[in-house]
């Protein structure tokens, strides 16, 4: 995911088609075939053959990386990802997939199907199981920033109504329940009744995905974050 991010920012700072060519090749592995193998879940723990592995740490079922199960989170910050391939195939006169808009959307329903509010609180959980019960119900702080941030791209990318009201509904948790008013920043984790927990991440951890949820609003859709806060500066000087 993040590997597809990375080649995503090379295509905007050096305009060098060849890593938009592998963030297209990741995107339809991860974002399109996976997916549609399973129902629209996103599995993330494959052998060498991608052979699933349904019983990977099993025995860790919140580690921070590598938890056991599935991560709606994930789902939602792949079809964020969709959309980013997609503005960077515009911006380079490639023909775009058919897919990629409607795996988006597919993608981010599934996240809000199976991972907001599963257990009747608000919040999106950190981690469910392959019958979709919930395995972790806490809520990590970059989950909820990745549903805010997809939802906004897909509001602007579709007109559709009903992803404003899904990005609203993320910053309305995200300010009532992480910002963390006393100290500063987020909280990175809560459990379900929105009390600070430390089960998945013990200490703060970084301001990756806070930081991008902030700035997601006042950029448009581009391929990166640096790559959309140029076009931005370069709107604002014209």
């Given at each position: ?236 000087k014209t």
């Open positions: 995911m993040h590997t597809t991010e990375a080649c995503l920012a090379l295509t905007d700072a050096t305009g060098e088609t060849r890593w938009l060519d592998r963030a297209l090749h990741l995107a339809k592995r991860f974002g399109h075939d996976i997916p549609e193998a399973y129902g629209g879940r996103l599995p993330e723990h494959f052998d060498s053959g991608w052979n699933l592995l349904p019983d990977y740490d099993a025995n860790e079922p919140s580690d921070d990386l590598r938890p056991w199960g599935l991560t709606p989170g994930h789902f939602a910050e792949w079809a964020g990802l969709l959309l980013k391939v997609e503005s960077a195939c515009i911006a380079h006169d490639y023909d775009i997939p058919d897919w990629l808009l409607p795996d988006a959307i597919a993608l981010f329903d599934s996240a809000i199907d199976r991972g907001w509010a599963p257990d009747g609180q608000p919040g999106m959980v950190y981690t469910i199981g392959w019958d979709d019960e919930i395995s972790i119900p806490n809520r990590p702080y970059w989950v909820q920033a990745e549903m805010a941030n997809t939802a906004l791209m897909l509001s602007r990318r579709t007109g559709d109504p009903r992803f404003e009201y899904y990005y609203r509904l993320a910053w309305d948790y995200i300010a009532s329940t992480l910002i963390d008013l006393e100290h500063g920043g987020w909280r990175h984790e809560v459990d379900a009744d929105g009390n600070l927990s430390t089960v998945i991440y013990p200490t703060r951890e970084d301001l990756y995905h806070d930081f991008q949820a902030t700035l997601t609003p006042l950029i448009p859709i581009s391929a990166s974050v640096a790559g959309g806060l140029r076009t931005q500066m370069l709107k604002i």
